[in-house]
């Protein structure tokens, strides 16, 4: 069974750094691309971040450019997400995604809240 | 980056009955390459992470009922849910591929029952 599994997600105070985590099991997480999707509370999806197989490919939507990374190890298989210089704006439930065209497997996600 | 717009934005209908939920792209999301609309749909409910349902535009995805389909091509595409269930109460999202960087999604349109 697949199962995805995010955890990392905390209160922070804008400015500051989280990493995330993904849990990747039930697949060979090295064989496929890999995604993170967020959702501000109530809102829709946003697509933020994917890697390639061996992580050599990692593409960004423009407003996290430079303050986020995406990364991947497939020995453990995990993903990861480091982001700094968070904004109030990064307040989020952050998903990882097996996929990176369409989504079929999705984590329960982990809640990210960006606060003074 | 492609707009993707949903109609509407909430909804109602009656056990039984049928809802459908259209969606709208900036610019058309089939290739040519493979003659296929690069767009999906997604069920979201409450508390719980999406749900793919429909992939290439019409393709159900693995265990999804038959009562969902959905068809359209170009800029133009509708999910349909035939005789509604109350399982069915959702949020549901579509969002294109075509250009993958970014993958957007429109709004949601909220399901619920009347």
């Known amino acids: 069974e697949v199962q995805l599994v995010e955890s990392g997600g905390d209160l922070v105070q804008p400015g500051g750094s989280l990493r995330l985590s993904c849990a990747a099991s039930?697949?060979?997480?090295?064989?496929?691309?890999m995604t993170w999707i967020r959702q501000a509370p109530g809102k829709g999806l946003e697509w933020v971040a994917k890697?390639?197989?061996?992580?050599?490919?990692?593409y960004y939507v423009d407003s996290v450019k430079g303050r986020f990374t995406i990364s991947r190890d497939n020995a453990e298989n995990f993903l990861y997400l480091q982001m700094k210089s968070l904004r109030v704006e990064d307040s989020a439930v952050y998903y990882c995604?097996?996929?990176?065209?369409?989504?079929?497997?999705w984590g329960q996600g982990t809640l990210v809240t960006v606060s003074s | 980056d492609i707009v993707m717009t949903q109609s509407p934005d909430s909804l109602a209908v009656s056990l039984g009955e049928r809802a459908t939920i259209n969606c709208k792209s900036s610019?058309?999301?089939?290739?040519?390459?493979?003659?296929?609309?690069?767009l999906a749909w997604y069920q979201q409910k409450p508390g719980q992470p999406p749900k793919r349902l429909i992939y290439?535009?019409?393709t159900r995805a693995s265990g999804v009922p038959d009562r969902f389909s959905a068809s359209g091509s170009g800029t133009d595409f509708t999910l349909t849910i035939s005789n509604l269930q109350a399982e069915d109460v959702a949020v549901y999202y579509c969002?294109?591929?075509?250009?993958?960087?970014?993958?957007?999604f429109g709004q949601g349109t909220r399901l619920e029952i009347k």
């Open positions: 290439w535009a019409a």
């Open positions: 039930g697949f060979s997480s090295s064989s496929t691309w």
């Open positions: 890697i390639n197989q061996d992580g050599s490919e990692k």
């Open positions: 995604a097996k996929g990176h065209w369409t989504f079929d497997y």
């Open positions: 969002q294109q591929y075509y250009s993958p960087l970014p993958i957007t």
């Open positions: 610019q058309s999301v089939f290739h040519s390459s493979n003659n296929q609309d690069f």
